[in-house]
């Protein structure tokens, strides 16, 4: 058969969807096998929006997204969604065309090395050159892309490889069972726990799983260990738990860190040093017990001192079976501290001034969203105060990226959150900066008919950096620009667009457009002029209590 009908046969024998991308010339075989295909096309109007929905895609089911690009620009689009799947372990495989390999006239025009360029952002990329190989490539692509840590993979495909005639073969899609801890770990595990005098459980974005989700819950409610969790691991475990003591937003500092640094063990599940530190370990202080699916990366602020290695969820239920004394914890402190978490949080939660300052944005959007809606970010200081404020019910309600950490994803990121729950209620939050970065996609969005709410926090500059500039004593200086109307903007799209004049009046506009039909943008102004004073000078000023 025709290599291209052969390779859209082993993408659904893989069980592939959707293929999100922006096709070229040398994709027009391939794209010729689609058309009759049970997998949708879902057509971008930029590679890295495609990617990004990829990404996003395999972060929520598990199963690899897929993308695709032509040669040259299109390939080199992929770079940013390549290293935001790596960094932030999500299953996706990038197709990407290119010139005839075996006899072309076009020179090395738009030809870049793609297979070398992606070495260091994929878990695995080849060329094919044999269309009798493309459904061994494909079942072992798609393995790699799964198989712990999860990751980025890329195929190319050139057009005199596609037009070929090969044999038609398939093969069966098998699955792998995890391995366990082994016995010793985990009872040295136990045994650090049962002696530990103030633990504290942390759960990292590699916990994210169902059962594990259910397995650490159980392990909460049977010792009653407080715990916190990374950005990236935030609803794992119900943050409305009597136990839950916040969220690590920030690497030091916090009020939460003070819990930290009293503890005199750390249980850190499914993080590693990828995602940006949730705390600095120092030599001779907390000891900390890793339990992942692979071994701790050693760095100069994380080096655990036991590893329990295996399937999480095993791990934590063998763990809950096995811990039966806790005569020696007292956990009494870390119940101050969470009180002193909370009256912090809660501070402006109800402060009604305009433009809305970040707490109160934060506090509005999580009473009128429903436990099961999804909040995705984009990148930007706002992150930092939907990471401390914004308490999740359920794992993969809030989705941020705090890894590769890069601006423009919030959107596509949205995007393939509704399409894959179309019963559940998405919220899009970006700041102006990150929004016009892939703001087009909204046409996308339009065309998809997805019903999303889209808020814009409009401060007329990069606030991130202008908050980190005025931490270091600088002035003032090049981070200001004007935007678009974005309602007009949105209009333009076929989105309807919003503008609050107060913030009973955007409580009002997000509570009706979270229940209507269509895209609707909220072009919010907000206030960032208390974040030096709070995440600078407050928090470094504080001094934990007794």
């Known amino acids: ?24 010339e040398e994709n027009l075989d391939f794209l010729n096998s689609l058309k009759n295909s049970k997998i949708k096309l879902i057509l971008n109007r930029h590679e890295q929006g495609a990617g990004f929905m990829a990404a996003t895609y395999g972060r929520l089911t598990g199963k690899p ?42 020179g090395r025009f738009q030809i870049v090395n793609i297979i070398d360029l992606f070495r260091p952002i994929t878990k695995f990329t080849k060329q094919i050159v044999n269309g009798n190989n493309i459904p061994s490539l494909i079942r072992e692509a798609f393995r790699i892309s799964t198989e712990e840590r999860p990751g980025a993979v890329h195929l190319e495909l050139p057009e005199d490889i596609a037009a070929e005639d090969c044999e038609d073969r398939i093969f069966e899609v098998t699955g792998h069972r995890r391995p366990v801890a082994c016995e010793k770990a985990i009872n040295d595990a136990v045994k650090m ?15 994210n799983r169902k059962r594990t989700s259910k397995a650490l819950t159980q392990l909460v409610d049977e010792t009653g260990i407080p715990f916190f969790n990374t950005q990236m691991g935030k609803g794992v475990v119900d943050e409305r738990h009597k136990q839950y003591l916040g969220t690590a937003a920030l690497s030091d500092n916090d009020y939460l860190h003070c819990a930290i640094s009293r503890a005199d063990l750390i249980i850190n599940v499914g993080h590693d040093v990828i995602e940006k530190p949730p705390f600095f370990m120092e030599e001779g202080r907390t000891k900390v017990i890793h339990v992942n699916f692979f071994p701790a990366n050693i760095d100069d602020v994380y080096f655990p001192q036991l590893n329990v290695i295996g399937d999480i969820a095993t791990s934590i239920e063998k763990l809950s079976s096995k811990i039966k004394n806790t005569k020696n914890w007292d956990l009494s402190y870390f119940g101050r501290i969470k009180n002193e978490v909370e009256t912090h949080l809660s501070k ?65 990121s949205a995007m393939a959150a509704k399409l894959i729950n179309p019963d559940k209620k998405v919220i899009s939050v970006s700041g102006d900066g990150g929004f016009m970065m892939n703001s087009q996609e909204l046409e996308t969005a339009v065309r998809l008919n997805l019903d999303l709410v889209v808020i814009i926090l409009n401060d007329s500059s990069y606030g991130m950096i202008k908050w980190k500039q005025e931490g270091l004593g600088f002035e003032n200086f090049g981070l200001d620009y004007k935007n678009p109307d974005f309602v007009k903007y949105a209009e333009s799209y076929g989105a309807i667009g919003h503008r609050p004049k107060s913030d009973e009046n955007f409580r009002e506009i997000l509570a009706k457009c979270l229940n209507m039909k ?10 960032y002029s208390l974040n030096h004073s709070i995440l600078n000078v407050l928090l470094k000023e504080k001094t934990c209590i007794l």
């Open 1 to 24: 058969m025709k290599a291209s009908d052969l390779f859209v046969k082993a993408l659904e024998n893989e069980g592939v969807e959707y293929i999100f991308g922006i096709p070229g």
């Open 65 to 106: 997204g897929v993308c695709l690009a032509t040669l040259g620009p299109g390939a080199t689009n992929f770079t940013t969604p390549a290293a935001y799947a790596q960094l932030g372990a999500m299953p996706m495989m990038m197709i990407t065309g290119q010139k005839p390999i075996k006899k072309s006239k076009q």
């Open 193 to 207: 726990i049962e002696n530990a005098k103030m633990p504290l459980l942390l759960i990292g974005a590699g916990a």
């Open 348 to 412: 402006y939660s109800k402060d009604s001034r305009f433009p809305l300052l970040p707490q109160r944005l934060v506090h509005i959007v999580r009473e009128e969203l429903d436990s099961n809606g999804i909040v995705t970010l984009d990148n930007g200081v706002y992150k930092i105060w939907f990471a401390r404020n914004y308490k999740c019910y359920k794992p993969n309600t809030l989705l941020l990226d705090n890894a590769l950490a890069t601006m423009g994803a919030g959107l596509a």
């Open 518 to 527: 269509g895209v609707h943008l909220i072009d919010l102004s907000v206030d």
